[in-house]
């Protein structure tokens, strides 16, 4: 099964939130709702001897998707072509059930339209992307990214399947070391969700400590 | 016909991807009318190529246009440092564009002066004109030339050079803008001071180096990174130039080049540093004598740089403050070449004082033996080398002391030295900081001097690097003091040439002809009667008398402007032309300029802005509408490295015009206005009637004039008439398509196009769009060592051909203007200004600090007046969201950052019982006392206290507040009752509390007061009309009302009335008359 989700360098990532607002655009989110967040995780020490790092999160693409699960109507879904955790807003009918099964906190009831709205990876342009972005035509659907991955201030942001070893995902993966080394972490997983999302930090820059800011 | 669209379908509607059938119907009838450009795209989505103009630099982004509106904007992967990103400055722009907000048609304001009785009358175009001339002739015709000022904005917005000229145009010497002195002027200064290069801004796009072979496309030309180690020394690019700078600085550090940051604030660059040196605000200038002490003491610098290309060994007279010459030691020396003196110094070799002759490091050494630090008789006096003089200065900045004054640990500090200094190469970039404080010549003058005396210059990897290449067997190198550098000719005056000889100079003072000749050799608008005149304009600019470094941007000093609108001493500014955003926002004791206004200092005050700011809606009295940048072409001239990247507008709306038009129109239509007035036989007084002649005013300003200039034959516009700029968009098109048609690889494709729409067409999907100097032709070192036409290595052009470490031209230019004011010299500096025992410091040292916090330990007495009352030292910086005081309408950014953040760190936050999150009231000698009296000085209030959100955090030292600039459209938006309104720059700007009253300005260029200042802070309550909640923000969005045009006039963005071809004049250009 495909495991299509962004890998996310803190090494790189500055905090500017240019991802927040790449998506809005792109998804027309409404004021208030962000379908990604940018979290300053620390300072932590004690000043002059401070550490700190910015970690983006958005729906973690969770292989066992309790929003889905818990989905009384079938608007939580798996995109049936490529796995990507999706929302039907057609049949959504706004109980927010999945809001709470969430452990990441990372899906908005949008108020006008009385659904729930979620990180598509902007599956309406990337769906059959390999995550390699075609710089000299950047809707090539085969390439394309989403505008949170394409505007990234710092090439921060890498979208692809993680079964594809060649997706920009997994060779921003296997440059950090691999899954399992050091350097490459996952959000805590206490409810067993299995997060997809994958992010890296280099024990120079600051020590991994999830969300806990 | 206005076909009605919620905010929230408007929005949906822009950002269907793909799905025309999300396109409101409505958007095609309202085209109808449109032009055919537009029309012919139907639903269709079109690609064009521009750049972004939302921050200082340029990144290139795709813009994606349906039925005529921009629908996306996204980055353009061809940019050599930005490779594709765009930050949210970029992102927000279609929120700007399209912002109800906009001014979209010329505006005259119909009530009174003030937000609350705010009204505005839409009128076409050439009333505005007409009455904006007939204001300014008014007051020319009554009180002289110097009663109109002019003033913009800093780097990013949207005129220069037409603010500069226009002034001068109609004889006035009063212009400025809110950075100059407080942004970015010393640095640029500084660099042409020591060595006549480019400087060490990062932000200013000077500092290029570093991003040099970090995209693929260039790693796959060959071109490879070289910078080893960056000092940002008081910059972070990451916030300021996030896409651009802030990409490169990502690139930069992962593939290891180290960084020291040093900044009292954890910056993004401060947290992904090697080194961070949290320095406490308003002290770099001791932590930098810090690095001189070691590097000298251990002789950490490159030998053969320090001797033979800097003025380091020069032994110092110590009367005259200057380098003695040889022809002054040795009878009988002469100068071979006597634009290239020989200087003095001690030779190790001989155990003597000896010549110094400028020539080939790998011949001279061999020969001589210059001591870097040393102490000599000389002529019977006892001389120190320049060097000498820096190590005193460092003297007692050893780390131990320099952590005490500076709240930084000393072993951090020795390591980041050892970084700079043992590096194969390393160079720093220099931000805005020191700009804003007292030390703003000294921070730079030190810094420059470190990556010289390290011989980081010239080099791959170093920040002091030329993109030009040298010319072998040139001339000697010379450097004109005319104004930026020379940049424009001889517009701003002749000023004098540093090497070339006095006998030179005379000379070419003598070829101007007394008559305008247009075969004369100089330009021909130059006769000696108008460079006398710009000679005068120059003395008597105001505030130049002891900040005379402002020369080198033409600026008047902005608190003698505002004293000379409060008291009318020495001349009185009656009309003014301001051509950027928000002042109240950007200037320093933004209560006192408020209230120079308010109370009837200023009769008329014209704007122009695509934007209604609090600097508006409180003062102006008419509005000329400009285009936001995407709609503007060529707004910018400035590409990414050796790139160069077309920036045509792509869509167009309302009445809004190029910003060169508004000051090419009202200065031709005054000008006629006083052409005719004269002629009919009437005076015109070139300067201003009834100011007393050779009077100083209180502070800064002197006033020399004679009012001897015989206005009789002169002919307005003055000398080249305003510069920079097209008469109309389409002369802006013209010449933005010709400036491309210069690259070889575009010629073929821009033949025959004459248009916008043929130049949009031309390159919207070209892969090769863009102009690119070969990286061979632009990556170039060593270029002082290339031989000239002397058969010496080509140097630099300086006095001494050499990197003037010890910045000999500052002594000479606080006496008498030298080499700006040249031929007619300028008066002396005030000594109790200057603080090198009365001469400007050619050398960094730390002078007496104004209002320090009571917090600091200070046993040796560099803080002057301490108070307890104000026991924090505060400090700014940008943050990502906003560049200058663009953007606060911009809703996407104001839900995420609606109100600024003041960082205290949990020590001090604790102490005031502050909680995160907690809003903050800040007060500072600008919100305490009496009121500020302009007349008898008496006074330091000039606002109420400002307030901002506790952001509570080991992000800044105990003791040290962070805040950045803002200001609050909500408080005067349609939805508030008129009587509630406010302006919106009292709440939470902390440019209210900044001191451009009473501060130390530094002494060369006048910096006032930004940063490093003290201040208090106590637990407060939310400003009443400030929006803090997302939703609130809803007004903001695009939508079917503009707040500033009556309904019938049609706004927003399904308005076909607003959708318009550009706007068109139809008289002809006007020629240039000759001035005088």
């Given at each position: 099964?495909?495991?299509?989700?962004?890998?996310i360098d803190?090494?790189r990532?500055?905090?500017?939130?240019?991802?927040?607002?790449?998506?809005?655009?792109e998804?027309?989110?409404?004021?208030?709702?962000?379908?990604?967040?940018?979290?300053?995780?620390g300072p932590?020490?004690?000043?002059?001897d401070?550490?700190?790092?910015?970690?983006p999160?958005?729906?973690?693409?969770?292989?066992?998707?309790?929003?889905?699960?818990v989905?009384?109507t079938?608007?939580?879904?798996?995109?049936?072509?490529?796995?990507?955790?999706?929302?039907?807003?057609?049949?959504?009918?706004?109980?927010?059930?999945?809001?709470y099964?969430?452990?990441?906190?990372?899906?908005?009831?949008?108020?006008?339209e009385?659904?729930?709205?979620?990180?598509?990876?902007?599956?309406?342009?990337?769906?059959?992307?390999?995550g390699?972005?075609?710089?000299?035509?950047?809707?090539?659907?085969?390439?394309?990214?989403?505008?949170?991955?394409?505007n990234?201030s710092?090439?921060?942001?890498?979208?692809?399947?993680?079964?594809?070893p060649?997706?920009?995902?997994?060779?921003a993966?296997?440059?950090?070391?691999?899954?399992?080394?050091?350097?490459?972490?996952?959000?805590g997983?206490?409810?067993?969700?299995k997060?997809?999302?994958?992010?890296?930090?280099?024990?120079?820059?600051?020590?991994?400590?999830?969300?806990?800011k | 016909?206005?076909a009605?669209?919620?905010?929230?379908?408007?929005?949906?509607?822009?950002?269907?991807v793909?799905?025309?059938?999300?396109v409101?119907t409505?958007?095609?009838?309202?085209?109808?009318t449109?032009?055919?450009?537009?029309?012919a795209?139907?639903?269709?989505r079109?690609m064009y190529?521009s750049?972004?103009?939302?921050?200082?630099?340029?990144?290139?982004?795709?813009?994606?246009v349906?039925?005529?509106?921009?629908?996306?904007?996204e980055?353009?992967?061809?940019?050599?440092?930005s490779?594709?990103s765009?930050?949210?400055?970029g992102?927000?722009?279609?929120?700007?564009?399209?912002?109800?907000?906009?001014v979209?048609?010329?505006?005259?304001?119909?009530?009174?002066?003030?937000?609350?009785?705010?009204?505005?009358?839409?009128i076409?175009?050439?009333?505005a004109?007409?009455?904006?001339a007939?204001?300014?002739?008014?007051a020319?015709?009554?009180?002289?030339?110097?009663?109109?000022?002019v003033?913009?904005?800093?780097g990013?917005?949207?005129?220069?050079?037409?603010?500069?000229?226009?002034?001068?145009?109609?004889?006035?010497?009063?212009?400025?803008?809110?950075?100059c002195?407080?942004?970015?002027?010393?640095?640029?200064?500084?660099?042409?001071y020591?060595?006549a290069?480019?400087?060490?801004?990062?932000?200013d796009?000077?500092v290029?180096?570093?991003?040099?072979?970090?995209?693929p496309?260039e790693?796959?030309k060959?071109?490879?990174?070289?910078?080893?180690?960056?000092?940002?020394?008081?910059?972070?690019?990451?916030v300021?130039?996030t896409?651009?700078?802030g990409?490169?600085?990502?690139e930069?550090?992962?593939?290891?080049?180290k960084?020291?940051?040093?900044?009292?604030?954890?910056?993004?660059?401060a947290?992904?540093?090697?080194?961070?040196?949290?320095?406490?605000?308003?002290?770099?200038?001791a932590?930098?004598?810090?690095?001189?002490?070691?590097?000298?003491?251990?002789e950490l610098?490159?030998?053969?740089?320090?001797?033979?290309f800097t003025?380091i060994?020069?032994?110092?007279n110590?009367?005259t403050?200057?380098?003695w010459?040889a022809?002054?030691?040795?009878?009988?020396?002469?100068?071979?070449?006597?634009?290239?003196?020989?200087?003095?110094?001690?030779?190790?070799i001989?155990?003597?004082?000896?010549p110094?002759?400028?020539?080939?490091?790998?011949v001279?050494?061999?020969?001589?033996?210059?001591?870097?630090?040393?102490?000599?008789?000389?002529?019977?006096?006892?001389?120190r080398?320049a060097?000498?003089?820096?190590?005193?200065?460092?003297?007692?900045w050893?780390?131990?002391?320099?952590?005490?004054?500076?709240?930084?640990?000393?072993?951090?500090?020795?390591?980041?030295?050892?970084?700079?200094?043992?590096?194969e190469?390393?160079?720093?970039?220099?931000?805005?900081?020191?700009?804003?404080?007292?030390?703003?010549?000294?921070?730079?003058?030190?810094?420059?001097?470190?990556?010289?005396?390290?011989?980081?210059?010239?080099?791959?990897?170093?920040?002091?690097?030329?993109?030009?290449?040298?010319?072998?067997?040139?001339p000697r190198?010379?450097?004109?003091?005319?104004?930026f550098s020379?940049?424009?000719?001889?517009?701003?005056?002749?000023?004098?040439?540093t090497?070339?000889t006095?006998?030179?100079?005379e000379?070419?003072?003598?070829?101007?002809p007394?008559?305008w000749?247009?075969?004369s050799p100089?330009?021909?608008?130059?006769t000696?009667?108008?460079?006398?005149?710009?000679?005068?304009?120059?003395?008597?600019?105001?505030?130049?008398?002891?900040?005379k470094g402002?020369?080198?941007?033409?600026?008047?000093?902005?608190?003698?402007?505002?004293?000379?609108?409060?008291?009318?001493?020495?001349?009185?500014?009656?009309?003014?032309?301001?051509m950027?955003?928000?002042?109240?926002?950007?200037?320093?004791?933004?209560?006192?300029?408020y209230?120079?206004?308010?109370?009837?200092?200023?009769?008329?005050?014209?704007?122009?802005?695509?934007m209604?700011?609090?600097?508006q809606?409180?003062?102006?009295?008419?509005?000329?509408?400009?285009?936001?940048?995407?709609?503007?072409?060529?707004?910018?001239?400035?590409?990414?490295?050796?790139y160069?990247?077309?920036?045509?507008?792509?869509?167009?709306?309302?009445?809004?015009?190029p910003?060169?038009?508004?000051?090419?129109?009202?200065?031709?239509?005054?000008?006629?206005?006083?052409?005719?007035?004269i002629?009919?036989?009437?005076?015109?007084?070139?300067?201003?009637?009834?100011a007393k002649?050779?009077?100083?005013?209180?502070n800064?300003?002197?006033?020399?004039?004679?009012?001897?200039?015989?206005?009789?034959?002169?002919?307005?516009p003055l000398?080249?008439?305003?510069?920079?700029?097209?008469?109309?968009?389409?002369?802006?098109?013209?010449?933005?398509?010709?400036?491309?048609?210069?690259?070889p690889n575009?010629?073929?494709?821009?033949?025959?196009?004459?248009?916008?729409?043929?130049?949009?067409?031309?390159?919207?999907?070209d892969?090769?769009?863009?102009g690119?100097?070969?990286?061979?032709?632009?990556?170039?070192?060593?270029?002082h060592l290339?031989?000239?036409a002397?058969?010496?290595?080509t140097g630099?052009?300086?006095?001494?051909?050499?990197?003037?470490?010890?910045?000999?031209?500052?002594?000479?230019m606080?006496r008498?203007g030298?080499?700006?004011?040249?031929?007619?010299?300028?008066?002396?500096?005030?000594?109790?200004?200057?603080?090198?025992?009365g001469d400007?410091?050619?050398?960094?040292?730390?002078?007496?600090?104004?209002?320090v916090?009571?917090?600091l330990s200070?046993?040796?007495?560099?803080?002057?007046?301490?108070?307890?009352?104000?026991p924090?030292a505060?400090?700014?910086?940008?943050?990502?969201?906003?560049?200058?005081?663009?953007?606060?309408h911009?809703?996407f950014?104001?839900?995420?950052?609606p109100?600024?953040?003041?960082?205290?760190?949990?020590?001090t936050?604790?102490?005031?019982?502050?909680?995160?999150?907690?809003?903050?009231?800040?007060?500072?000698?600008?919100?305490?006392?009496?009121?500020?009296?302009?007349?008898?000085?008496?006074?330091?209030k000039?606002?109420e206290?400002?307030?901002?959100?506790?952001?509570?955090?080991?992000?800044?030292?105990?003791?040290?507040?962070?805040?950045e600039?803002f200001?609050?459209?909500?408080?005067?938006?349609n939805?508030?009752p008129?009587e509630?309104?406010?302006?919106?720059?009292?709440?939470?700007?902390?440019?209210?509390?900044t001191?451009?009253?009473d501060?130390?300005?530094?002494?060369?260029?006048?910096?006032y007061?930004?940063r490093?200042?003290?201040?208090?802070?106590?637990?407060?309550?939310?400003?009443?009309?400030?929006w803090?909640?997302?939703?609130?923000?809803?007004p903001f969005?695009?939508?079917?009302?503009?707040q500033?045009t009556?309904?019938?006039?049609?706004?927003?963005?399904?308005?076909?009335?607003?959708?318009?071809?550009?706007?068109?004049?139809?008289?002809?250009?006007?020629?240039?008359?000759g001035?005088?």
């Amino acid at each position: 099964m495909a495991k299509r989700c962004l890998v996310i360098d803190l090494d790189r990532c500055s905090g500017c939130d240019s991802c927040i607002v790449a998506c809005k655009f792109e998804n027309s989110i409404e004021l208030g709702n962000y379908w990604c967040r940018v979290n300053a995780i620390g300072p932590t020490g004690k000043h002059p001897d401070i550490e700190m790092y910015w970690l983006p999160v958005h729906c973690q693409q969770c292989e066992n998707s309790p929003c889905v699960g818990v989905c009384p109507t079938g608007a939580s879904y798996r995109d049936t072509a490529n796995n990507v955790v999706l929302i039907d807003k057609g049949k959504c009918i706004g109980c927010q059930y999945c809001i709470y099964a969430c452990p990441y906190g990372v899906r908005q009831y949008n108020e006008e339209e009385g659904v729930v709205e979620k990180c598509t990876l902007c599956n309406h342009i990337t769906a059959t992307s390999d995550g390699n972005e075609n710089f000299n035509d950047t809707t090539d659907p085969e390439h394309a990214v989403p505008p949170c991955v394409h505007n990234c201030s710092c090439r921060a942001r890498y979208f692809g399947d993680l079964e594809d070893p060649n997706s920009a995902a997994s060779k921003a993966v296997e440059a950090a070391g691999g899954i399992g080394s050091a350097k490459v972490h996952s959000l805590g997983d206490p409810s067993g969700a299995k997060p997809t999302t994958l992010y890296i930090l280099s024990p120079e820059i600051a020590a991994w400590k999830g969300l806990q800011k | 016909m206005q076909a009605t669209l919620t905010r929230r379908s408007f929005v949906k509607a822009m950002a269907a991807v793909g799905a025309a059938t999300a396109v409101s119907t409505s958007y095609s009838s309202a085209l109808s009318t449109t032009d055919k450009a537009w029309a012919a795209t139907d639903s269709e989505r079109t690609m064009y190529v521009s750049c972004c103009h939302g921050c200082i630099q340029v990144c290139p982004c795709k813009v994606y246009v349906e039925n005529g509106v921009v629908v996306k904007i996204e980055g353009h992967p061809d940019g050599p440092t930005s490779q594709g990103s765009l930050c949210l400055k970029g992102l927000n722009q279609i929120h700007t564009c399209y912002s109800p907000r906009r001014v979209l048609y010329p505006l005259k304001r119909t009530g009174e002066r003030g937000v609350k009785d705010a009204k505005w009358e839409r009128i076409s175009w050439d009333e505005a004109v007409e009455l904006a001339a007939s204001k300014i002739f008014e007051a020319i015709k009554k009180e002289g030339t110097y009663s109109f000022m002019v003033s913009v904005g800093g780097g990013g917005s949207y005129s220069f050079m037409q603010a500069m000229t226009l002034p001068m145009a109609l004889g006035s010497p009063t212009v400025f803008e809110p950075g100059c002195a407080q942004c970015y002027l010393p640095r640029n200064a500084a660099a042409a001071y020591m060595y006549a290069g480019a400087d060490q801004s990062i932000a200013d796009c000077a500092v290029l180096e570093p991003f040099k072979g970090l995209a693929p496309k260039e790693i796959a030309k060959g071109v490879k990174p070289d910078t080893k180690v960056l000092v940002l020394w008081a910059a972070q690019p990451s916030v300021s130039q996030t896409a651009q700078s802030g990409r490169g600085m990502a690139e930069l550090r992962a593939i290891g080049c180290k960084t020291i940051v040093v900044d009292p604030n954890f910056s993004p660059d401060a947290v992904k540093a090697t080194i961070h040196l949290p320095v406490r605000p308003g002290s770099d200038a001791a932590l930098i004598l810090s690095w001189y002490r070691v590097i000298l003491d251990e002789e950490l610098y490159d030998k053969d740089f320090c001797r033979f290309f800097t003025n380091i060994p020069f032994l110092i007279n110590p009367d005259t403050k200057l380098p003695w010459t040889a022809a002054e030691v040795f009878d009988g020396h002469v100068d071979p070449d006597p634009s290239t003196p020989a200087y003095v110094c001690y030779d190790q070799i001989s155990k003597s004082v000896q010549p110094l002759p400028y020539g080939d490091p790998a011949v001279l050494k061999t020969q001589i033996d210059p001591a870097v630090v040393y102490e000599v008789e000389v002529k019977g006096k006892v001389s120190r080398t320049a060097g000498k003089v820096y190590r005193d200065e460092a003297d007692p900045w050893t780390l131990e002391k320099t952590e005490e004054f500076c709240w930084v640990p000393a072993d951090r500090i020795r390591e980041a030295i050892d970084l700079y200094a043992k590096a194969e190469v390393a160079g720093i970039a220099n931000g805005v900081a020191s700009d804003m404080e007292e030390t703003a010549s000294q921070v730079p003058f030190g810094l420059m001097g470190l990556d010289m005396i390290m011989g980081y210059v010239n080099k791959p990897g170093a920040t002091l690097t030329q993109n030009t290449p040298a010319a072998p067997g040139g001339p000697r190198p010379t450097h004109n003091w005319n104004g930026f550098s020379g940049m424009f000719g001889m517009i701003f005056g002749i000023g004098y040439q540093t090497g070339a000889t006095p006998e030179q100079n005379e000379a070419r003072i003598a070829a101007i002809p007394d008559e305008w000749d247009p075969s004369s050799p100089v330009p021909p608008f130059m006769t000696k009667t108008w460079l006398y005149a710009l000679n005068q304009l120059m003395i008597d600019r105001l505030g130049m008398k002891n900040h005379k470094g402002l020369y080198e941007w033409c600026h008047s000093h902005i608190p003698t402007v505002r004293e000379a609108i409060e008291t009318g001493e020495p001349f009185h500014p009656r009309v003014w032309f301001d051509m950027s955003g928000n002042k109240f926002a950007m200037l320093g004791s933004a209560g006192a300029w408020y209230n120079a206004i308010m109370n009837g200092g200023v009769d008329f005050i014209i704007c122009q802005y695509p934007m209604m700011t609090s600097f508006q809606i409180e003062c102006a009295d008419l509005m000329f509408p400009m285009e936001e940048w995407l709609e503007a072409t060529g707004a910018t001239e400035f590409g990414q490295l050796n790139y160069s990247f077309p920036c045509p507008g792509v869509i167009h709306l309302g009445e809004t015009v190029p910003n060169t038009v508004p000051p090419q129109r009202v200065c031709n239509a005054t000008a006629a206005l006083l052409n005719d007035y004269i002629e009919q036989g009437n005076k015109v007084v070139f300067g201003f009637e009834g100011a007393k002649v050779g009077v100083a005013s209180r502070n800064n300003g002197s006033y020399y004039h004679g009012n001897t200039i015989d206005t009789s034959k002169l002919r307005f516009p003055l000398g080249m008439g305003v510069m920079g700029g097209a008469n109309s968009e389409k002369e802006s098109w013209t010449a933005h398509i010709e400036k491309f048609k210069a690259f070889p690889n575009l010629a073929p494709k821009l033949e025959g196009v004459t248009d916008r729409e043929g130049m949009l067409k031309a390159m919207a999907n070209d892969p090769d769009f863009y102009g690119v100097t070969p990286p061979d032709m632009y990556w170039i070192y060593d270029q002082h060592l290339v031989p000239a036409a002397d058969g010496l290595p080509t140097g630099f052009a300086t006095e001494s051909r050499k990197c003037e470490v010890y910045v000999q031209l500052a002594i000479k230019m606080g006496r008498t203007g030298f080499p700006y004011c040249y031929p007619i010299p300028q008066e002396a500096v005030d000594p109790s200004v200057a603080t090198f025992d009365g001469d400007y410091s050619p050398i960094c040292n730390v002078p007496k600090q104004k209002e320090v916090p009571a917090s600091l330990s200070d046993p040796e007495g560099f803080a002057e007046d301490p108070s307890d009352e104000f026991p924090l030292a505060l400090t700014s910086g940008r943050v990502y969201y906003f560049h200058h005081g663009t953007m606060r309408h911009a809703p996407f950014a104001r839900e995420i950052y609606p109100v600024p953040d003041v960082r205290i760190n949990p020590e001090t936050a604790a102490k005031y019982g502050i909680a995160h999150g907690d809003w903050v009231e800040i007060s500072s000698r600008r919100t305490q006392g009496e009121p500020y009296d302009p007349v008898t000085r008496q006074g330091t209030k000039t606002a109420e206290p400002i307030r901002g959100r506790a952001y509570v955090a080991e992000v800044v030292a105990p003791n040290v507040v962070w805040m950045e600039r803002f200001w609050n459209p909500e408080c005067f938006d349609n939805s508030v009752p008129a009587e509630k309104r406010t302006g919106g720059w009292q709440e939470c700007n902390v440019n209210v509390i900044t001191n451009a009253v009473d501060c130390r300005f530094n002494e060369v260029f006048g910096s006032y007061t930004n940063r490093g200042f003290a201040v208090n802070i106590k637990k407060s309550t939310k400003p009443d009309l400030v929006w803090t909640e997302p939703k609130e923000f809803a007004p903001f969005m695009p939508n079917n009302e503009n707040q500033y045009t009556p309904a019938d006039a049609g706004v927003a963005i399904n308005n076909a009335a607003l959708l318009t071809p550009i706007v068109e004049f139809n008289d002809p250009p006007t020629t240039m008359t000759g001035g005088f």
